[in-house]
């Protein structure tokens, strides 16, 4: 039997290419002898990213908006979220709701993200790919300090904002994925998105939210197919039991009581008050560009 050989290339090329194949499969007992090489290739990881993502009405996102290396698992999540943050500001335009100017806060908000995670993702590989022998015992004995010196509790990771978009900027917690809580409605338990739902939400911890806000503001929020959800203790008054008290310790966490909640979970903004909470309100539809008739 035949090699297929590598179509890129010189056959010098071709050739150290398919050796270097066959070196690595040794180890597994893989040779010429009892194995058809059909195709040998090196691989480049790319670290990259459109600088426009928006010309008029046409957007990219995932692979064609950004190349990310392998190390952290990013790519494909990044393309998720691209499309995610895409899609409710697309909807939004289609059901006349939203002017299409929302669409450039989806392309500053997500190349702010792709970025971060393509840095982290390069000194990730940089950590991983070490080939010194020292360097790379010298890098197993750091980490092992590190781990031991947080008596082995897991890193949590980055919470990473979006960049400048629908959100406001100054509060706790916002441009970041919200907390995601076991919640119990109408004796049922499950998730906070997959028992409450999806879309614009405000939200008040043992407060109804929407006390604090005006009828106007009420009437855009239903014109958004939005609501508004009082979380609170096993036996209060609310629309959701905060069944582990997740929600009263992150709230707690941000010296908040309310926060609106986008589509794609992201939390547009938290408030510490009623007054406040209405004036972020009114912050976030502007960002949003609703329609007149909203």
Not at 129 to 144: L, N, P, Q, V, W
Not at 216 to 222: E, G, I, S
Not at 274 to 286: C, I, K, P, S, Y
């Given at each position: 039997m035949q090699e297929t050989k590598e179509?890129?290339?010189?056959?010098?090329?071709?050739?150290?290419?398919?050796?270097?194949?066959?070196?690595?499969?040794?180890?597994?007992?893989?040779?010429?002898?009892n194995a058809t090489l059909e195709r040998s290739a090196v691989y480049r990881f790319q670290a990259?990213?459109?600088?426009?993502?928006r010309v008029g009405r046409c957007m990219i996102a995932g692979d064609a908006a950004h190349l990310m290396p392998p190390f952290a698992g990013e790519g494909m999540c990044a393309g998720f979220r691209d499309a995610v943050a895409l899609s409710w500001r697309l909807n939004g335009i289609v059901e006349g709701k939203l002017d299409d100017a929302v669409l450039d806060s989806y392309v500053s908000e997500r190349i702010h993200h792709a970025k971060h995670y393509i840095d982290f993702s390069q000194q990730l590989g940089?950590?991983?790919?070490?080939?010194?022998?020292?360097?790379?015992?010298?890098?197993?004995?750091?980490?092992?300090?590190?781990l031991a010196a947080r008596n082995h509790e897991p890193i949590t990771g980055d919470?990473?904002?979006?960049?400048?978009?629908?959100?406001c900027e100054d509060t706790a917690g916002a441009g970041e994925l919200s907390t995601q809580?076991?919640?119990?409605?109408?004796?049922k338990r499950d998730r906070f998105d997959q028992i409450v739902g999806q879309g614009w939400m405000v939200v008040g911890l043992d407060v109804d939210p929407a006390?604090?806000?005006?009828?106007?503001?009420?009437?855009?929020?239903?014109f958004l197919d939005g609501r508004t959800v009082k979380i609170g203790a096993s036996g209060s008054n609310c629309d959701a039991i905060d069944v582990d008290g997740t929600y009263a310790k992150w709230m707690a966490s941000i010296d908040s009581k309310y926060f609106i909640l986008r589509p794609d979970f992201y939390a547009a903004a938290t408030a510490k008050s009623?007054?406040?909470?209405?004036?972020?309100?009114?912050?976030?539809?502007?960002k949003l560009h609703v329609t007149e008739k909203g």
């Open positions: 179509i890129h290339g010189s056959d010098g090329e071709r050739q150290r290419l398919n050796a270097s194949a066959w070196k690595l499969l040794e180890p597994w007992g893989i040779s010429p002898d990259r990213w459109a600088e426009q993502w940089k950590i991983i790919c070490i080939t010194d022998e020292e360097e790379a015992a010298e890098r197993d004995r750091s980490m092992k300090a590190e919470l990473v904002h979006l960049g400048s978009g629908v959100w809580g076991f919640v119990e409605v109408d004796g006390d604090a806000l005006t009828k106007a503001q009420r009437d855009t929020l239903k009623a007054v406040d909470l209405g004036e972020r309100f009114t912050q976030v539809l502007e």
